[in-house]
C-alpha cells in the first residue's frame, strides 16, 4: 500500500481493516466527493497541511502557504498529535517546521 504512505505494519493492518469495515456505498461516495469537490472560496484563517509523500493526492505546484509534514495519506493518523497540535494553537509555518522538523513550502 504505497500510494497510501503505509510503511509500518500496525498502520497497514489499520487501514486494511478499516477498509474491510467500510460500505462500498461509503467508499464511493467518498472518492466521488472528493474527485467532484471544488473549492470555491478559501477561509482566511485556513491552515493548510499536507504529506510530502501524498501519492494519492499529490502536493500541488506550487505549494504555497502550505504545512509539509513527512508521509502520506495515513498522517491523520499516524500524526494525529502533530496535526491537532498545529490546529489547535494556529502555529506560524516556523515554529511548525521547527515543532515537527519539516519544511515549509515557499
Given amino acids: ?5 503505509l510503511k509500518i505494519a ?18 464511493n461516495w467518498a472518492i466521488t466527493i472528493l474527485i467532484d469537490w ?3 472560496e478559501q477561509a482566511a484563517n485556513l491552515i493548510r497541511i ?12 506550487p505549494a504555497s502557504a502550505l504545512h509539509q509534514i513527512p508521509g502520506g495519506q495515513f498522517n491523520i493518523v499516524s500524526r494525529a498529535a502533530a496535526i491537532a497540535g498545529i490546529l489547535e494553537l494556529g502555529i506560524t509555518a516556523v515554529e511548525c517546521t521547527l515543532a515537527l522538523g519539516h519544511k515549509k513550502s515557499e
Avoid: I, W
Fill in 1 to 5: 500500500m504505497p500510494h497510501f504512505g
Fill in 10 to 27: 500496525d498502520e497497514r493492518r489499520l487501514f486494511r481493516a478499516t477498509l474491510r469495515r467500510s460500505r462500498p456505498e461509503t467508499l
Fill in 38 to 40: 471544488r473549492n470555491e
Fill in 50 to 61: 499536507h504529506g510530502d509523500n501524498d501519492l494519492v493526492l499529490p502536493l500541488p505546484r
